[in-house]
């Protein structure tokens, strides 16, 4: 049995980047080296001097949907999940107690839905009466983190352009309600020097809702969305190792039993003690306490080496979460 517990850390909240790096490749890059346990310090433009041409790295081209939204009371907070069938939408709704069945929510623009009903994971199902217009009304829906953090730096912010920062330079098919981090840092120079491929996974509660049980063998992951593209199976085969951009892209590539041309949804959750089948290397984001991401970290790194990693983050003052640096592990 292995404790959520082991999984905590303390974090100073200044840590938290609000903003991304002023470019995306001047974020700061830790390589963690399992076989030696050697930590360094680099910049993320650094990486592909760290890896093989041999290597083939993989990204998650999902692009983040403007999924957030409010009713024009602003008494509660929308997030748009997915669209189960025209004009319904399967939401989270904050705070979830006000939005009861029957109940009809109104937005900007003259836009209404109605609360269908509530489904076991505590999501609503909502019918708007209308087509939606998911760019002109949905914000882009930044982690919860760094709204707060912003909010407390008040008038010290300087704002930036979150549909474009908060997105990949490569993001192609609309889908995310986050964005694969990871992928935030490249830019189309770095992907030039790099063998890579790409396949899709839409970011959802999966990924970032927490875990509230005391084992961690007890938490349930939520059904994500992927696909993989033709051809991805071949270049997988024709590479010594396979290095993954981002949580998500692992997630995709330990789930399936082949990667021929495919759809469909994936729950698998990946934590200490995990063989990996396909994934050699990693390049991620550092990490929420708790949560099913650092769980996944842990079981590619060793825990006793990432809990080190990230107790020398906090020492070296590196960016933590979604805007913030990156790490490589080797």
């Not at 100073?12 to 030696?36: G, K, W």
């Not at 997915?82 to 004009?87: G, T």
């Not at 920062?165 to 189309?188: C, D, I, K, N």
């Not at 021929?260 to 390049?283: C, D």
Request: proline share 7%; charged share 25%.
């Amino acid at each position: 049995m292995l404790e959520t517990a082991k999984f905590a850390y303390d974090l100073p909240p200044e840590l938290i980047a609000t903003v991304p790096a002023a470019n995306r490749a001047d974020s700061r890059l830790m390589v963690v080296r399992r076989e030696s346990g050697k930590i360094e310090h680099r910049v993320f433009r650094e990486l592909p001097s760290l890896l093989s041409p041999d290597d083939l790295v993989v990204l998650n081209d999902t692009r983040v949907r403007p999924s957030l939204m409010r009713t024009v009371d602003n008494a509660l907070e929308i997030l748009l999940l997915e669209e189960s069938s025209p004009q319904h939408w399967v939401v989270l709704v904050k705070p979830g107690k006000k939005a009861k069945p029957g109940m009809v929510l109104q937005f900007a623009d003259g836009v209404d839905a109605e609360v269908l009903t509530t489904l076991p994971g505590g999501e609503r199902v909502l019918r708007f009466f209308k087509p939606l217009d998911v760019q002109k009304l949905g914000q882009m829906p930044l982690p919860p983190y760094i709204l707060k953090q912003r909010e407390k730096l008040g008038a010290e912010f300087h704002p930036i352009n979150d549909r474009e920062r908060y997105q990949t330079v490569f993001a192609q098919e609309e889908g995310s309600v986050a964005a694969p981090t990871a992928g935030l840092h490249f830019t189309p120079g770095i992907l030039g020097q790099l063998n890579h491929a790409f396949l899709t996974l839409h970011v959802g509660l999966g990924t970032f809702r927490p875990v509230k049980t005391a084992l961690v063998e007890d938490h349930e992951m939520h059904e994500e969305r992927f696909s993989i593209p033709e051809g991805l199976a071949e270049r997988v085969a024709q590479s010594k190792r396979i290095v993954a951009v981002g949580t998500t892209v692992t997630r995709v590539l330990e789930s399936v039993r082949d990667l021929s041309k495919q759809r469909g949804r994936t729950k698998i959750f990946i934590y200490p003690p995990y063989e990996f089948k396909r994934v050699g290397a990693m390049v991620t984001n550092f990490h929420l306490p708790q949560s099913t991401l650092l769980m996944l970290v842990c079981a590619l790194g060793g825990y006793d080496l990432m809990m080190h990693a990230y107790r020398e983050a906090i020492k070296e003052r590196y960016r933590f979460y979604s805007y913030g640096d990156a790490m490589v592990i080797l």
